[in-house]
């Protein structure tokens, strides 16, 4: 295979990767704490048939070099975790968080994923958890024939419970914090887990040590801009067809070699 006709074959490969990760963003946009993905491109090995600074005579040295790109590939995929918008509902069971941090949730093999959906819901046993009906960490336990449930923006779980029995305090919801929270695995279910990249969760205080402050009654919504997304489809598209244009030119360019040699 010609060279320029494998270097426009990873710009195809390349392109259609990041139409996947536009898809994805796109068929997100409606999803609790969703963050946006970016895919991250990056040239690959050069041949370097002249080297810059080498020397053409004894006199004489080359100011540029000769060196011919091979090719661009998806080096990674990196998560925006910029805040999204706030969806009020109304619900004493919704939370949203304003900064940093990440509600702790526990796993069924004993470990702790980390999610900025604060849909939570309540238990057979009062407890409350994720929609898919695991448990919110520290746990939080809401005793039977409360009145109401009040959440602070430090995390403070108090309710007013009946007949009278006044308002107490039963828990206090902390948040996880990365050095590096683009490093964090995804794994569906609006979860996402520590990882090598990451660094080591600091679990703090909602509003303290620059952890974000809690919300109740609210959603963060996907911070996905569709309008934005729809840009990077059509220049995707674009880039897409040019590299199948370079394909096309080559083939064409070989076939009148072969012809007329």
């Known amino acids: 295979m010609d060279a320029s006709m494998w270097i426009a074959k990873t710009g195809l ?7 996947s990760v536009i898809s994805n963003n796109l068929a997100n946009v409606n999803t ?6 970016r895919a991250n491109f990056e040239d690959m090995l050069y041949q ?10 004894a006199t004489e040295q080359s100011p540029t070099g000769l060196m011919l790109g091979t090719g661009v590939r998806i080096v990674s995929t990196e998560k925006t975790h910029a805040q999204g918008s706030l969806v009020t509902t109304k619900n004493a069971l919704d939370l949203s ?7 702790q949730i526990a796993q069924n093999d004993g470990t702790i994923a980390y999610t900025r959906d604060g849909s939570f819901k309540l238990s057979a046993t009062g407890q409350l958890v994720t929609s898919n ?27 007013e419970t009946a007949a009278g029995g006044g308002t107490q305090v039963i828990g206090q919801i902390q948040l996880a914090r990365f050095a590096n929270p ?6 569906g279910q609006n979860l996402l887990k520590e990882s090598p990249a990451s660094g080591a969760p600091q679990v703090g205080i909602p509003g303290q040590a620059g952890t974000g402050q809690l919300m109740q009654g609210a959603l963060e919504a996907s911070n996905v801009n569709v309008v934005e997304e729809m840009v990077n489809m059509i ?18 360019m070989l076939r009148f070699l072969n012809n007329n040699m």
């Open 13 to 19: 490969d390349a392109q259609q990767t990041r139409m």
């Open 32 to 37: 609790t704490g969703f963050k946006r993905d």
């Open 48 to 57: 370097k048939l002249r080297q810059p600074g080498a020397q053409n005579t």
């Open 97 to 103: 968080v304003q900064g940093e941090g990440f509600f």
């Open 133 to 159: 009906g695991a448990l919110l960490q520290p746990a939080i336990t809401i005793p039977a024939n409360v009145m109401s449930i009040a959440i602070g923006q430090d995390g403070t779980v108090s309710v």
């Open 182 to 187: 683009a490093g964090l695995q995804s794994m």
């Open 235 to 252: 220049e995707t598209q674009r880039a897409y067809e040019i590299n199948s244009k370079a394909i096309s030119a080559v083939d064409g």
